[in-house]
């Protein structure tokens, strides 16, 4: 919408509030209500002043002013509200120059596609993101002094072939790694699923379709592409519906990568493509019909992956999925079709559907520093040739262990993660869309959850320790 259809939609429809929505650097969507007689063509222009020093990552208390910009293209709806409200996403800037504010995600996202329009090698960046859910009936977690632990349940969880309930138990679940995809009644899920989609439709989203994914109690919708920072808004838009949909329908929703042990846990998938001109820069003759750029587009990916696993794999939970054994994609190797490593070519037939698969982000990620940091890893690529090797065209699930020593891997664990982006962000400070200062604020809340979780004893280690 222009800031005349937005007024106007307002006037006609008669909206009652306009909800102002950011996003943190952890990549939760925050969000303030205003009421709509407020909103005029000078809040549109003038923006919305807050205190960010209420914001983890942000500012101290007392450089706490900031302004909050109202991006109207991306107005919608809100369909869960009793009274009538807009939704609108803002960027974050500063009060007294109007420049975008440093530590703002949405910020260097918009920085993102502008760099890669500089640079002359293409002016559209396109992210098609597949993110994965859980949807439990109920979830408990302590972390006391004396007291951790969690317990999750759900009707529809292959654990509870056996439970009695006060209806009768039917019987029919999806066993473990068993849920892709079995149609109804193994798979419970079709009618919250659908409603999810076709409430993101509603609000504007491009959106293709649902289905149960391989763990139990796992779920995908799909996400049709977009340019970077409009897809990073219906990323937060398709989190939002998701928990929203599970909420009313009594249940919890996460994008937790790996909340239950034992069975696949929750990815990202992202794909993307650059354009130039209104022609596809990836297709080409090179092998999978790739272009010279998408290969080093690839080169990287993969040189970069371990830098960029701070930002597409950024909880210390995202580890725990990121291990052999649960089509987990640890293995810097890219192939066409293939599945087993972190990189690959889906097969198509049409030259404007080429495009690159990064399988290791999780949904964890802050989407626009994850979309950005994609992006500049593989501009890098481009603009120094980084040649990817050869392919790797076989099951790197079974090779045997002298072909996997040669393969190098992604991380293993947050904290090195945080080692390798220290060691590797140059990349990421190209044309000023990622700078020190805000690479610096968000390690240094990384290393805040990397210190809690590593000086939390675990139930594990009573089990394996206390009667040593």
């Not at 919408?1 to 106007?8: A, G, I, P, R, Y």
Request: charged share 25%; net charge negative; hydrophobic share 35%.
């Amino acid at each position: 919408m222009s800031k005349s259809d937005v007024l106007k939609t307002i006037a006609d429809e008669d909206v009652e509030y306009v909800d102002i929505r950011f996003t943190d650097p952890r990549g939760k969507l925050q969000h303030v209500t205003v009421m709509s007689d407020q909103v005029d063509e000078d809040f549109l222009d003038e923006g919305f002043m807050f205190d960010g020093s209420s914001i983890a990552g942000w500012k101290s208390i007392d450089q706490s002013d900031m302004k909050l910009m109202p991006d109207t293209d991306s107005a919608y709806m809100d369909p869960f509200f009793a009274e009538k409200t807009m939704a609108v996403h803002c960027s974050v800037v500063e009060p007294d120059t109007g420049e975008h504010y440093e530590r703002d995600p949405r910020g260097t996202a918009e920085k993102a596609e502008a760099y890669l329009k500089s640079s002359g090698i293409g002016d559209t960046a396109y992210f098609g993101p597949e993110a994965e859910f859980f949807l439990f009936d109920d979830v408990k977690y302590s972390v006391e002094m004396n007291k951790v632990g969690y317990e999750i349940d759900a009707i529809d969880a292959s654990w509870n072939t056996d439970t009695d309930y006060e209806m009768g138990n039917m019987g029919h679940r999806p066993g473990v790694k068993g849920g892709y995809f079995p149609v109804p009644p193994i798979d419970d899920g079709q009618d919250i699923r659908s409603e999810m989609l076709s409430t993101m439709k509603r609000m504007g989203m491009k959106v293709d379709k649902h289905h149960h994914e391989v763990a139990s109690c796992q779920h995908e919708l799909g996400l049709i592409f977009d340019s970077l920072t409009t897809q990073g808004d219906h990323l937060q838009k398709y989190k939002y519906v998701i928990h929203q949909v599970a909420h009313a329908y009594g249940k919890s929703a996460t994008f937790m990568p790996k909340p239950i042990a034992g069975d696949n846990g929750t990815g990202m998938h992202v794909n993307m493509s650059i354009w130039k001109d209104g022609k596809p820069l990836f297709a080409g003759d090179k092998y999978a019909d790739l272009s010279d750029e998408a290969l080093y587009y690839i080169g990287g990916l993969l040189k970069h992956a371990k830098a960029l696993n701070a930002f597409t794999n950024p909880s210390t939970n995202s580890y725990k999925r990121l291990i052999p054994g649960f089509e987990a994609p640890v293995l810097r190797a890219y192939s066409a079709r293939n599945r087993s490593g972190c990189v690959r070519i889906p097969w198509t037939e049409s030259p404007k559907a080429k495009r690159v698969e990064a399988r290791f982000p999780d949904p964890s990620a802050n989407p626009y520093l994850c979309f950005s940091a994609l992006l500049m890893a593989g501009l890098d690529g481009i603009k120094n040739k980084i040649d990817p090797g050869e392919p790797m065209d076989k099951d790197l699930y079974d090779l045997p262990p002298e072909e996997l020593e040669g393969i190098p891997t992604v991380c293993a664990s947050l904290r090195e993660a945080m080692d390798e982006l220290e060691a590797d962000m140059d990349f990421l400070l190209a044309g000023d869309v990622f700078t020190r200062d805000q690479i610096e604020g968000y390690m240094q809340l990384k290393w805040e959850e990397i210190y809690a979780y590593e000086h939390t004893p675990h139930p594990m280690e009573f089990k394996m320790y206390y009667s040593c």
